[in-house]
T-cell receptor
Framework: AQTVTQSQPEMSVQEAETVTLSCTYDTSESDYYLFWYKQPPSRQMILVIRQEAYKQQNATENRFSVNFQKAAKSFSLKISDSQLGDAAMYFCAYVNSGGGADGLTFGKGTHLIIQP | GAVVSQHPSRVICKSGTSVKIECRSLDFQATTMFWYRQFPKKSLMLMATSNEGSKATYEQGVEKDKFLINHASLTLSTLTVTSAHPEDSSFYIC?????????????FGQGTRLTVV
């Protein structure tokens, strides 16, 4: 079974600064997808960024980028120019590729606090 | 992005009664829908996977007789919590995966906060 570990229960960053959230995972599969989801107080799950394991290039979405290290099974999220609206729970998630029949495996989450 | 609508957003029920939660994909067909449970300040735990027209697959430790899942169409899945008890109080979230595209992105509903009194 796959596992996802987020070792930072809470992180705090000053507005406009950069913060990195850590995620490691364990799998015996070679082809899979990794995600970062944001869950604000409304509790709606919002996809932040996605990475296909077969792609060596790190995914980037505006101020959000990942550092994907496949051999180390590490998938960290960098948020640049942090904004107050970035405050939320952030979950790292994993799913096997192919078929689409598997649910996501989530980490325990990191609570991100943005200091004005 | 695709929209998944989940209703109700909040429900309070008496112990011993049943509650049904609906999950609809509004602008796409979902071959597979997933139901998660989230305890306060905790992560999402996959409860079951439902495929249209077939029986749901439950994760280990999830009581299939308590959490009835029906996926009668490509746009609707329901979760019924039967004979609810206070320990069933939780936040339930559904997600749906698009048909045909092979899209591995799962779109989430808004969630349902269930309180059993």
């Amino acid at each position: 079974a796959q596992t996802v570990t987020q070792s930072q229960p809470e992180m705090s960053v000053q507005e406009a600064e950069t913060v990195t959230l850590s995620c490691t995972y364990d799998t015996s599969e070679s082809d899979y997808y990794l995600f970062w989801y944001k869950q604000p107080p409304s509790r709606q799950m919002i996809l932040v960024i996605r990475q296909e394991a077969y792609k060596q290039q790190n995914a980037t979405e505006n101020r959000f980028s990942v550092n994907f290290q496949k051999a180390a099974k590490s998938f960290s999220l960098k948020i640049s120019d942090s904004q107050l609206g970035d405050a939320a729970m952030y979950f790292c998630a994993y799913v096997n590729s192919g078929g689409g029949a598997d649910g996501l495996t989530f980490g325990k989450g990191t609570h991100l606090i943005i200091q004005p | 992005g695709a929209v998944v609508s989940q209703h109700p957003s909040r429900v309070i029920c008496k112990s011993g009664t049943s509650v049904k939660i609906e999950c609809r994909s509004l602008d796409f067909q979902a071959t597979t829908m997933f139901w998660y449970r989230q305890f306060p300040k905790k992560s999402l735990m996959l409860m079951a996977t439902s495929n249209e027209g077939s029986k749901a697959t439950y994760e280990q430790g999830v009581e299939k007789d308590k959490f009835l899942i029906n996926h009668a169409s490509l746009t609707l899945s329901t979760l019924t919590v039967t004979s609810a008890h206070p320990e069933d109080s939780s936040f339930y979230i559904c997600s749906a995966r698009a048909r045909l595209t092979g899209n591995t992105e799962a779109f989430f509903g808004q969630g349902t906060r269930l309180t059993v009194v």
